[in-house]
C-alpha cells in the first residue's frame, strides 16, 4: 500500500522569506501523481500545485515550486516571497493511476505559519 | 476545475441521531468521493461514489454507517448514522472532473459535532 510522509508537523517562516516543506512517499507504481494542497483556517481544500510521476521537469506555480527526486520518491514544496496568506495546513497528496484504482493519499499536514 | 457546495456547514447533534451531508458540484462529474478529517487530523478517504453504480467503501467504513446515494452526476450525500462522539470531524465531498487522471476538488467542508 501507499504511504505518504510529512515528518515537519509544523514549520514557521518570516514575511517573504523562502520555506521548504518536506513529503516523502512509499510506492512500487510507476505512474502516478503527486500534489499540495493548502488547508487555511477556512477548512476549505485548496490546490496548490501538481506533478505527474512521468515529467522528469519540476512543476511551478507563480511562488510555489516543487523539488520532486522519483528514485528517492521525495516531493517538497518550496514557498518563496512568503506572504501571510501562505500561513495554513499544507498537505501532501498521491494519487495511484486511474488503472490503479485512483485513490488520493494524503501525508500528516505541516502547519505553515508566517511571520509579519 | 468544479464548484462544489455542501450543506449543512456545520451542525451539532445528539448521539443515536443522523445526519445527511449534501454536495452539489456545477458540472457533470463521473467520480465523487467522501472524506473524513478528524479534529487535527489529516484527510482519510470513506467512500467513492460513482453515478449508476453502489459507492465502494474504504477500510474501516462500512455502509450501515455511511450510507451514501448519488442520484444523478452533480449530486450525492452521505449520511452519518447513528452518531456518537467519535464521528465529530469534518467531512468533505471532492469531485474529479478529469475521470481520475489529475486533481481532485473539495467543497467547503461540514463540521460535525456530537454531543
Known amino acids: 500500500a501507499q504511504t505518504v510522509t510529512q515528518s515537519q508537523p509544523e514549520m514557521s517562516v518570516q514575511e517573504a522569506e523562502t520555506v521548504t516543506l518536506s513529503c516523502t512517499y512509499d510506492t512500487s507504481e510507476s505512474d502516478y501523481y503527486l500534489f499540495w494542497y493548502k488547508q487555511p483556517p477556512s477548512r476549505q481544500m485548496i490546490l496548490v500545485i501538481r506533478q505527474e510521476a512521468y515529467k522528469q521537469q519540476n512543476a511551478t506555480e507563480n511562488r510555489f515550486s516543487v523539488n520532486f527526486q522519483k528514485a528517492a520518491k521525495s516531493f517538497s514544496l518550496k514557498i518563496s516571497d512568503s506572504q501571510l496568506g501562505d500561513a495554513a495546513m499544507y498537505f501532501c497528496a498521491y494519487r495511484s493511476a486511474p488503472w490503479f484504482g485512483g485513490k488520493l493519499i494524503f501525508g500528516q499536514g505541516t502547519e505553515l505559519s508566517v511571520k509579519p | 476545475s468544479a464548484v462544489i457546495s455542501q450543506k449543512p456547514s456545520r451542525d451539532i447533534c445528539q448521539r443515536g441521531t443522523s445526519l445527511t451531508i449534501q454536495c452539489q458540484v456545477d458540472?457533470?462529474?463521473?467520480?465523487m468521493f467522501w472524506y473524513r478529517q478528524q479534529p487535527g487530523q489529516s484527510l482519510t478517504l470513506i467512500a467513492t461514489?460513482?453515478?449508476?453504480?453502489?459507492?465502494?467503501?474504504e477500510s474501516g467504513f462500512v455502509i450501515d454507517k455511511f450510507p451514501i446515494s448519488r442520484p444523478n452526476l452533480t449530486f450525492s450525500t452521505l449520511t452519518v448514522s447513528n452518531m456518537s462522539p467519535e464521528d465529530s470531524s469534518i467531512y468533505l465531498c471532492?469531485?474529479?472532473?478529469?475521470?481520475?487522471?489529475?486533481?481532485?476538488?473539495f467543497g467547503p467542508g461540514t463540521r460535525l459535532t456530537v454531543t
Open positions: 458540472s457533470q462529474v463521473t467520480m
Open positions: 461514489a460513482n453515478q449508476g453504480s453502489e459507492a465502494t467503501y
Open positions: 471532492s469531485v474529479d472532473p478529469t475521470g481520475g487522471a489529475y486533481e481532485q476538488y
